[in-house]
Protein backbone atom coordinates (compact mmCIF):
# COMPACT_ATOMS: atom_id res chain seq x y z
CA UNK A 1 0.00 0.00 0.00
CA UNK A 2 3.34 2.34 0.75
CA UNK A 3 4.67 1.87 -2.79
CA UNK A 4 1.28 2.71 -4.50
CA UNK A 5 0.62 5.16 -2.40
CA UNK A 6 4.19 6.85 -3.21
CA UNK A 7 3.20 6.07 -7.31
CA UNK A 8 0.83 8.95 -6.50
CA UNK A 9 2.83 11.83 -6.10
CA UNK A 10 5.18 11.04 -9.30
CA UNK A 11 4.62 13.38 -11.74
CA UNK A 12 5.02 10.70 -14.86
CA UNK A 13 1.59 9.57 -15.31
CA UNK A 14 2.39 5.94 -16.86
CA UNK A 15 -1.28 5.15 -17.68
CA UNK A 16 -3.62 7.10 -20.26
CA UNK A 17 -7.12 7.22 -20.75
CA UNK A 18 -7.77 6.09 -24.14
CA UNK A 19 -10.67 8.77 -23.49
CA UNK A 20 -10.14 11.61 -22.27
CA UNK A 21 -5.92 11.50 -21.96
CA UNK A 22 -5.89 12.08 -18.09
CA UNK A 23 -2.59 10.14 -17.04
CA UNK A 24 -2.94 7.49 -13.61
CA UNK A 25 0.15 6.07 -11.86
CA UNK A 26 -1.82 2.82 -11.18
CA UNK A 27 -3.81 0.63 -13.59
CA UNK A 28 -6.30 0.13 -10.92
CA UNK A 29 -7.30 3.88 -10.88
CA UNK A 30 -6.99 3.52 -14.86
CA UNK A 31 -9.79 0.96 -14.67
CA UNK A 32 -11.76 3.08 -12.14
CA UNK A 33 -11.47 5.79 -13.83
CA UNK A 34 -12.72 4.58 -17.18
CA UNK A 35 -15.39 3.63 -15.89
CA UNK A 36 -16.83 7.06 -15.60
CA UNK A 37 -16.82 7.11 -19.71
CA UNK A 38 -17.91 3.18 -20.75
CA UNK A 39 -20.82 3.18 -18.48
CA UNK A 40 -19.66 -0.05 -16.80
CA UNK A 41 -21.50 -0.13 -13.30
CA UNK A 42 -20.47 -3.72 -11.62
CA UNK A 43 -21.60 -3.68 -8.23
CA UNK A 44 -25.75 -3.68 -7.97
CA UNK A 45 -27.74 -2.94 -5.14
CA UNK A 46 -29.30 -5.85 -4.22
CA UNK A 47 -31.95 -4.37 -2.37
CA UNK A 48 -32.74 -1.64 -4.66
CA UNK A 49 -31.18 -2.58 -8.03
CA UNK A 50 -28.58 1.00 -8.04
CA UNK A 51 -25.41 0.13 -9.92
CA UNK A 52 -21.73 1.40 -9.33
CA UNK A 53 -18.62 1.79 -10.55
CA UNK A 54 -16.78 0.79 -7.17
CA UNK A 55 -17.42 -1.54 -4.24
CA UNK A 56 -16.97 1.22 -1.38
CA UNK A 57 -19.71 3.43 -3.49
CA UNK A 58 -22.05 0.11 -3.30
CA UNK A 59 -21.07 0.33 0.56
CA UNK A 60 -21.37 3.78 1.18
CA UNK A 61 -24.94 3.56 0.09
CA UNK A 62 -26.01 0.23 1.88
CA UNK A 63 -25.44 2.62 4.95
CA UNK A 64 -26.55 5.84 4.02
CA UNK A 65 -29.88 4.67 2.07
CA UNK A 66 -30.68 1.66 2.90
CA UNK A 67 -29.31 1.58 7.06
CA UNK A 68 -26.81 -1.86 6.55
CA UNK A 69 -23.39 -2.00 7.62
CA UNK A 70 -20.91 -3.91 6.36
CA UNK A 71 -19.62 -6.84 8.65
CA UNK A 72 -16.07 -7.47 8.23
CA UNK A 73 -13.08 -7.73 10.61
CA UNK A 74 -10.24 -6.01 10.72
CA UNK A 75 -8.18 -6.22 7.29
CA UNK A 76 -10.76 -9.43 6.19
CA UNK A 77 -10.73 -8.90 2.22
CA UNK A 78 -14.17 -9.02 0.59
CA UNK A 79 -14.89 -11.66 -2.33
CA UNK A 80 -12.84 -10.08 -5.38
CA UNK A 81 -15.05 -9.66 -8.03
CA UNK A 82 -14.05 -10.24 -11.79
CA UNK A 83 -14.78 -7.58 -14.16
CA UNK A 84 -15.81 -7.51 -18.17
CA UNK A 85 -14.75 -3.87 -18.70
CA UNK A 86 -16.40 -4.24 -22.47
CA UNK A 87 -19.92 -5.38 -21.10
CA UNK A 88 -19.96 -5.22 -17.40
CA UNK A 89 -20.84 -9.40 -16.74
CA UNK A 90 -19.02 -10.27 -13.82
CA UNK A 91 -17.88 -13.74 -12.43
CA UNK A 92 -16.48 -15.07 -8.70
CA UNK A 93 -13.27 -16.26 -10.71
CA UNK A 94 -10.19 -15.26 -13.41
CA UNK A 95 -11.40 -18.01 -15.30
CA UNK A 96 -15.01 -17.31 -15.35
CA UNK A 97 -14.23 -13.57 -16.73
CA UNK A 98 -11.53 -15.48 -19.35
CA UNK A 99 -14.23 -17.61 -20.77
CA UNK A 100 -16.27 -15.25 -21.08
CA UNK A 101 -14.34 -12.89 -22.90
CA UNK A 102 -13.09 -15.53 -25.49
CA UNK A 103 -16.93 -15.99 -25.89
CA UNK A 104 -18.44 -12.78 -26.25
CA UNK A 105 -15.39 -10.47 -27.10
CA UNK A 106 -12.56 -12.34 -28.86
CA UNK A 107 -11.58 -9.18 -30.42
CA UNK A 108 -10.38 -7.68 -27.08
CA UNK A 109 -7.43 -5.87 -25.87
CA UNK A 110 -7.02 -7.74 -22.73
CA UNK A 111 -7.82 -11.16 -24.29
CA UNK A 112 -4.75 -10.38 -26.55
CA UNK A 113 -2.73 -9.38 -23.28
CA UNK A 114 -3.76 -12.82 -21.83
CA UNK A 115 -3.88 -15.11 -24.73
CA UNK A 116 -1.25 -17.32 -23.15
CA UNK A 117 -3.24 -17.66 -19.86
CA UNK A 118 -6.75 -17.85 -21.71
CA UNK A 119 -5.13 -20.89 -23.86
CA UNK A 120 -4.10 -22.80 -20.95
CA UNK A 121 -7.26 -22.13 -18.71
CA UNK A 122 -9.44 -23.79 -21.72
CA UNK A 123 -7.30 -26.26 -21.98
CA UNK A 124 -7.34 -27.32 -18.16
CA UNK A 125 -11.26 -26.77 -18.15
CA UNK A 126 -11.73 -28.66 -21.42
CA UNK A 127 -13.94 -25.89 -22.49
CA UNK A 128 -15.16 -24.25 -25.83
CA UNK A 129 -15.45 -20.00 -24.94
CA UNK A 130 -19.00 -20.53 -27.06
CA UNK A 131 -20.30 -23.23 -24.43
CA UNK A 132 -20.92 -20.09 -21.90
CA UNK A 133 -24.11 -17.93 -21.71
CA UNK A 134 -22.98 -14.45 -22.23
CA UNK A 135 -25.95 -12.50 -20.18
CA UNK A 136 -25.09 -14.37 -17.37
CA UNK A 137 -24.35 -12.17 -14.20
CA UNK A 138 -24.05 -9.65 -16.83
CA UNK A 139 -24.81 -5.90 -14.73
CA UNK A 140 -27.73 -3.94 -16.55
CA UNK A 141 -26.19 0.03 -17.16
Partial sequence: MLNRHVKCHSQ??????????KGFNDTFD?????????????YKCEICGKAFTQRCSLESHLKKIHGVQQQ???????????????????????????????GVHPESTFLKKTSKKLAAVLQNKG???????????????
Fill in 12 to 21: VKRHLCTFCG
Fill in 30 to 42: LKRHVRTHTGIRP
Fill in 72 to 102: YAYKQRRDKLYVCEDCGYTGPTQEDLYVHIG
Fill in 127 to 141: TSPMETNPTENRVEQ
